[in-house]
C-alpha cells in the first residue's frame, strides 16, 4: 500500500484500490490537452500554451471558472502514459514549447511519469505547474528538476474565507508555506527568452 497524502487532505487512501479525497484512483484521468491561448501572457505568448487538464481538485471553490471538469469526483478520460504523450507531442510544435498542468496536485505522480516519458522521446518542453495553491511544501520539494514555471494562485489569506468558499481548512499556512519553497527553488525573478516567453521562475496570482 502506498497512501496518498500529496495534498493537505492527507486522506491516506491507497488509490490502487480505492479513491482518495478527491475521487481520483491511480490511473490518469485527463479533462483534456488542448492549446491554450489565456493564460498570462509569458506563459502563453502568442502561440498558446500545450495544457493538460486533470479532472477533479482538491479544492471546492463555489466560483470556479472549471467547475464542470474539477468538482469532486469528476470522471474523465483514462489513458496510458504513450496515449498522453502522444496528444501533448501532436500540439507541441504549434505552441510556444510550454507545457501545463491544471490542477495537477492529485496527479503529480502521474505528471511526473508523464514528463519522464516525454524526456525519453527527446521532448523537453518547459514544464508548467498551474495550481491552486492548496499544496504540501513536502510534494512541492518532490518536483524540483521536474518543474520550471511555478504558477501558483494565492487565494485567500482570511482562512474562515478558504473554508467557506473552498473547503479548504488553514489554507494561508499551506499557501504561503508552498509558495516558499516553490521560490526556493527558482528565485523571485522570472527568467524568459528573448521573445519574452518564461523559462524559469515563479508567477504568482
Not at 477533479?56 to 469526483?73: A, D, L, P, T, W
Not at 496536485?105 to 508548467?128: C, W
Not at 498551474?130 to 489569506?157: A, C, H, M, Q
Not at 467557506?164 to 526556493?184: F, G, N, Q
Request: aromatic residues 8%.
Amino acid at each position: 500500500m502506498i497512501p496518498c497524502n500529496l495534498c493537505p487532505r492527507r486522506c491516506n487512501a491507497d488509490r490502487s484500490k480505492a479513491a482518495g479525497w478527491c475521487g481520483m484512483d491511480d490511473r490518469i484521468h485527463i479533462s483534456s490537452i488542448v492549446l491554450h491561448r489565456g493564460e498570462e501572457p509569458p506563459v502563453s505568448g502568442e502561440k498558446g500554451i500545450v495544457n493538460v487538464f486533470f479532472p477533479s481538485c482538491n479544492m471546492q471553490c463555489v466560483y470556479c471558472q472549471n467547475r464542470e471538469i474539477s468538482c469532486r469526483g469528476t470522471q474523465g478520460t483514462i489513458m496510458s502514459v504513450d496515449e498522453v504523450c502522444d496528444a501533448i507531442i501532436a500540439l507541441l510544435p504549434q505552441s510556444e514549447n510550454n507545457l501545463g498542468f491544471v490542477s495537477p496536485t492529485h496527479f503529480v505522480l502521474q505528471m511526473v511519469s508523464i514528463t519522464e516519458a516525454l524526456r525519453k522521446r527527446g521532448y523537453y518542453p518547459t514544464i508548467i505547474y498551474n495550481t491552486n495553491g492548496y499544496e504540501l511544501p513536502e510534494t512541492i520539494r518532490s518536483l524540483e528538476g521536474i518543474v520550471d514555471v511555478w504558477l501558483p494562485d494565492f487565494k485567500y489569506s482570511d482562512d474562515h474565507l478558504a473554508v467557506t468558499l473552498s473547503e479548504a481548512p488553514d489554507y494561508s499556512e499551506y499557501a504561503l508555506s508552498s509558495i516558499r519553497e516553490m521560490v526556493h527553488q527558482v528565485g523571485t525573478t522570472l527568467h524568459t527568452d528573448d521573445r519574452g516567453i518564461a523559462r524559469r521562475g515563479i508567477i504568482i496570482r
